[in-house]
């Protein structure tokens, strides 16, 4: 590979030349006039595009919210994390950072935790005292992503500002995003000095910090058997006498009231 030099840089493919990004900085190498892939080289650059596509719509999705800088190597990051837990298994990004060098744990001993309601809560705890820096800015993200639409279905954002000299009692911020998809929640939190973030990249850190799947629905379904049993029932007892009217109708009952096991199916 070489180092792209010039004033204008690019990405991608032109003409018999690649150009890419990575670690800050632009570089470019020439295709290879044939390329060979056996069965697994295939499957494996089938996977890294499947991640690519989903990393991307993450990435985007929180692009517009997030105040602290991605470091350079954060794209082969989220891929490498999505391969690796499983292009369907988006709950395996909880804890990525975008900022590799520092986490929110830096700020909170005592993790904060999602609710099923949507309700981010951050424990009470004594804050770390970093010098210079006088208070935090807690920020959350939460977005609503449909992988199988490609698209955003909805972003909500909440923040507070917490003074490092003073006890924190504990906050509980809402983060619930109606809609199809699935939830990812991302916590930013900056050091702040006389008023603006620090410019040490220490302070500042962005991690995703929750994941939930689309929540599935509970629908029953009665048994073939069952539903021909109380046909039978219903016949004989339109032929049969008053005693066996009877008996049939209580056979139904029990019938109904037996509890048939359910089908699960995802919204």
């Given at each position: 590979?070489?180092?792209?030099?010039?004033?204008?840089?690019?990405?991608?493919?032109?003409?018999?030349?690649?150009?890419?990004?990575?670690?800050?900085?632009?570089?470019?190498?020439?295709?290879?006039?044939?390329?060979?892939?056996?069965?697994?080289?295939?499957?494996?650059?089938?996977?890294?595009?499947?991640?690519?596509?989903?990393?991307?719509?993450?990435?985007?999705?929180?692009?517009?919210?997030?105040?602290?800088?991605?470091?350079?190597?954060?794209?082969?990051?989220?891929?490498?994390?999505?391969?690796?837990?499983?292009?369907?298994?988006?709950?395996?990004?909880?804890?990525?950072?975008?900022?590799?060098?520092?986490?929110?744990?830096?700020?909170?001993t005592v993790a904060p935790t999602l609710s099923?309601?949507?309700?981010?809560?951050?424990?009470?705890?004594?804050?770390?005292?970093?010098?210079?820096?006088?208070?935090?800015?807690?920020?959350?993200?939460?977005?609503?992503?449909?992988?199988?639409?490609?698209?955003?279905?909805?972003?909500?954002?909440?923040?507070?500002?917490?003074?490092?000299?003073?006890?924190f009692a504990g906050a509980a911020l809402n983060?619930?995003?109606?809609?199809?998809?699935?939830?990812?929640?991302?916590?930013?939190?900056?050091?702040?000095?006389?008023?603006?973030?620090?410019?040490?990249?220490?302070?500042?850190?962005?991690?995703?910090?929750?994941?939930?799947?689309?929540?599935?629905?509970?629908?029953?379904?009665?048994p073939e058997h069952q539903q021909q049993a109380?046909?039978?029932?219903?016949?004989?007892?339109?032929?049969?006498?008053?005693?066996?009217?009877?008996?049939?109708?209580?056979?139904?009952?029990?019938?109904?009231?037996?509890?048939?096991?359910?089908?699960?199916?995802?919204?």
């Amino acid at each position: 590979m070489a180092k792209q030099t010039s004033l204008f840089t690019f990405t991608g493919k032109a003409g018999n030349m690649i150009g890419y990004y990575r670690d800050g900085k632009h570089y470019f190498r020439s295709m290879p006039e044939t390329v060979r892939q056996t069965t697994a080289t295939r499957r494996a650059a089938q996977r890294f595009g499947a991640a690519s596509s989903k990393a991307r719509l993450i990435r985007g999705a929180f692009a517009n919210d997030l105040d602290v800088h991605c470091d350079g190597g954060h794209i082969n990051r989220l891929n490498k994390t999505i391969i690796k837990g499983g292009v369907r298994n988006t709950e395996a990004i909880a804890g990525f950072r975008f900022n590799q060098h520092t986490g929110t744990d830096r700020f909170f001993t005592v993790a904060p935790t999602l609710s099923e309601d949507g309700i981010l809560h951050i424990p009470p705890q004594v804050l770390p005292q970093f010098r210079g820096i006088s208070t935090l800015e807690v920020k959350v993200i939460a977005t609503r992503i449909h992988f199988g639409e490609r698209r955003v279905t909805g972003t909500e954002t909440a923040m507070i500002v917490l003074n490092t000299h003073e006890a924190f009692a504990g906050a509980a911020l809402n983060v619930d995003v109606p809609g199809k998809g699935t939830l990812i929640v991302t916590l930013q939190v900056r050091g702040m000095c006389s008023g603006r973030a620090s410019f040490n990249r220490k302070y500042l850190a962005a991690d995703v910090i929750a994941v939930q799947e689309p929540q599935t629905k509970q629908v029953f379904h009665k048994p073939e058997h069952q539903q021909q049993a109380v046909l039978q029932q219903r016949l004989q007892s339109l032929t049969g006498t008053p005693q066996q009217q009877a008996a049939a109708a209580a056979q139904r009952q029990k019938i109904t009231a037996v509890s048939s096991p359910p089908v699960i199916q995802r919204e």
